[in-house]
């Protein structure tokens, strides 16, 4: 139940980042959310995941770096084209950025992920590992359920709209 821990808390943060994101660039879509009820961008959850499971394969903060970075566009790669060939929608767009494939990955935003990535395992997952480990047990079943629950109604409605505007969290 840990890994569902740590997609949880990564998928907030990851919301968290969002928010702050479109604040600091003044974006006036601000809904930053991938779920219709839970406050989470799940291809971050997905992306911390997945440089959390390489770490351990590599030693030095470089490769953990390299790793991590591959690992994290991987998710973003993986996330974009399942919402934009499954679902219709598309929550970013690197198009107008130099070296993007698809507009769904580009070389600038893989080097975030790839500092972030460092950022991550070394000072980010280590108190979040302490406090996934105090999560008692029997909240894992009724949290994998209303997550679940909430990827599948979200998908429907995505796919029903074609548009984010149904997951806003805010007045327009």
């Known amino acids: 139940m840990r890994w569902l821990w740590y997609f949880i808390i990564y998928s907030f943060a990851g919301f968290l980042l969002e928010v702050a994101f479109a604040r600091a660039i003044r974006h006036p879509k601000r809904d930053r959310k991938c779920l219709i009820f839970l406050p989470l961008c799940p291809v971050y959850g997905l992306g911390?995941?997945?440089?959390?499971?390489?770490s351990p394969l590599v030693k030095s903060p470089l490769w953990v770096a390299?790793?991590?970075?591959?690992?994290?566009?991987?998710?973003?790669?993986?996330m974009g084209a399942f919402y934009?060939?499954?679902?219709g929608v598309e929550f970013w767009d690197y198009a107008g950025l130099?070296?993007?494939?698809?507009?769904?990955?580009?070389?600038?935003?893989?080097?975030?992920?790839t500092a972030l990535s460092l950022i991550l395992v070394y000072a980010v997952h280590p108190p979040v590992a302490a406090l996934a480990a105090r999560i008692p047990p029997?909240?894992?079943p009724p949290a994998l359920i209303l997550l679940?629950?909430?990827?599948?109604v979200s998908c429907a409605a995505l796919r029903r709209t074609g548009s984010t505007d149904v997951l806003r969290w805010y007045a327009p």
């Open 48 to 54: 911390a995941c997945l440089i959390l499971a390489a």
């Open 84 to 87: 934009r060939f499954a679902l």
């Open 148 to 152: 679940g629950s909430d990827v599948l």
């Open 66 to 78: 390299l790793a991590g970075g591959l690992a994290a566009t991987g998710a973003e790669l993986a």
């Open 138 to 140: 029997w909240l894992g």
């Open 98 to 113: 130099p070296g993007s494939l698809g507009g769904l990955v580009c070389p600038v935003f893989s080097l975030c992920w």
